[in-house]
């Protein structure tokens, strides 16, 4: 099956070109905390977004009213309860999958007994107006949670009459996740306003070599869906088809990493090893949108520091080296050199606008350096310790946009207040 049709028109400058050239009160993308954190003393109406200019770090937030959790434990109760929410993943158009927790456990409590006793709701946000969209309970009950590959579902959104690349506002969205091994879709359609699960339309030949552990959130490009194994390589879906088809692309071949031993059910210890190994990969590797193709990145963190750029090809089939320059002299000449007995440099996000631009962790400070060039565009000091980072454009017209919906009150609940909070 060939990505070639689906892929071409969204390889094009017209993105960075409409966004760059904007005239308004907020940059043309950001660079957003994974963490959402939940404020139980704000009444605020909406989502708190602050946006920021990168490579400064932007954040959201929400009032724990609009997450309607559980009523707070008695004072001098020994259950504790936690609120905390993620950035699942961004639309290719600014639109935010959120995911919030309400976690209980008696104390004292370790991390394992927080996983017993947990309510998870989902939203659909738009940052920029304040506008967030409740899906619907998967399986009707907020304790139902997806059997996925780690849970990490995406968001795809169509515009323009259905057409997968027309521009301004989206006529629809789609939030999914793969299931089963990647046998079956869990999807939200918009138009639907429900959850259902598809069988997948698989080929032999699209399958990857083996299960894949997820440890990047989902990438929306070229009217798919795009998981992410930073060991093995991507799988793409098309959520909004009838009956989806999986298609698979390995790593450049040097990239691939042999699989981990399989771990034996229950073992929290061998998860929790095969999880840090996961986030130690995740650090040096990253794949997103740039210029309308989807790149891979890869930094080597011994020696010189090896940071090398792919790109994807139309087909959707291989990588093709575009760029690559020995870090350690570049951020030294910058004024940020790295000390031997320092961390090595990490890899946060890519540049959506920009394919020369890849943006580093460089201990306290995310440091941009033009790949192309090789040299330091610019800098910020770190905030905080950021556990992940998620790219988001931030489209002209998303400011007074509405999150498509059914019209159904009953199906999908909405924040109708246009209020940011800058």
């Known amino acids: 099956m060939s990505l070639r049709r689906l892929l071409s028109a969204a390889v094009s400058g017209n993105l960075r070109r409409s966004l760059s050239t904007a ?10 905390d994974y963490t959402s954190s939940v404020d139980q003393s704000s009444s605020a109406p909406t989502p708190c977004f602050r946006p920021l200019e990168p490579p400064a770090v932007s954040t959201i937030s929400a009032s724990a009213h609009l997450l309607n959790p559980r009523e707070r434990p008695a004072p001098g109760s020994n259950v504790v309860q936690l609120l905390g929410g993620e950035v699942r ?9 959120l995911s919030y927790c309400d976690l209980r456990a008696e104390a004292p409590c370790t991390s394992w007994d927080l996983c017993k006793d947990v309510e ?3 939203f659909v946000c738009n940052p920029l107006s304040g506008q967030m969209l409740r899906l619907p309970d998967i399986g009707g009950s907020r304790r139902t949670l997806p059997e996925s590959l780690h849970s990490h579902m995406g968001i795809l959104t169509q515009a323009g009459g259905g057409r997968r690349h027309g521009r301004g506002p989206p006529d629809r969205f789609a939030v999914a996740d793969l299931v089963s091994q990647g046998g079956t879709l869990l999807r939200f359609l918009s138009d639907e306003g429900k959850w259902n699960r598809v069988v997948m339309g698989i080929r032999r030949r699209s399958m990857p070599p083996r299960n894949m552990s997820l440890n990047q959130e989902t990438v929306a490009f070229g009217g798919r869906l795009w998981w992410v194994d930073l060991t093995l390589g991507v799988i793409s879906v098309d959520p909004f088809r009838d009956t989806p088809e999986i298609f698979c692309t390995l790593l450049p071949s040097r ?10 059910t229950g073992d929290f210890s061998k998860d929790e090893e095969t999880a840090k190994y996961m986030r130690e990969v995740a650090k040096y590797r990253r794949v997103g949108v740039s210029e309308g193709r989807l790149r891979y990145a890869e930094l080597t963190p011994g020696g010189p520091f090896l940071l090398s750029s792919f790109a994807l090809d139309d087909e959707g089939r291989a990588w093709t080296l575009e760029q690559q320059v020995e870090l350690r002299k570049v951020l030294a000449d910058g004024g940020y050199p790295v000390q031997h007995n320092s961390a090595a440099p990490q890899i946060a996000v890519l540049d959506p606008l920009n394919a020369c631009a890849v943006h580093l962790k460089v201990g306290e400070h995310v440091v941009v350096v033009d790949i192309h060039k090789g040299n330091v565009i610019r800098a910020s000091r770190l905030q905080d310790d950021y556990f ?21 009150k009953d199906d999908m609940e909405a924040q109708d207040d246009l209020v940011i909070c800058l």
């Open 23 to 32: 005239t308004s009160s907020h940059p043309p993308w950001a660079i957003i």
């Open 89 to 97: 993943a961004a639309s290719g158009d600014g639109h935010l999958l």
């Open 120 to 122: 998870t709701q989902r």
């Open 255 to 264: 990239s691939v990493l042999p699989a981990r031993a399989p771990t034996e």
């Open 388 to 408: 992940s980072l998620v790219p988001c454009v931030l489209p002209p017209w998303l400011g007074t946009s509405r999150i498509p919906t059914t019209g159904k």
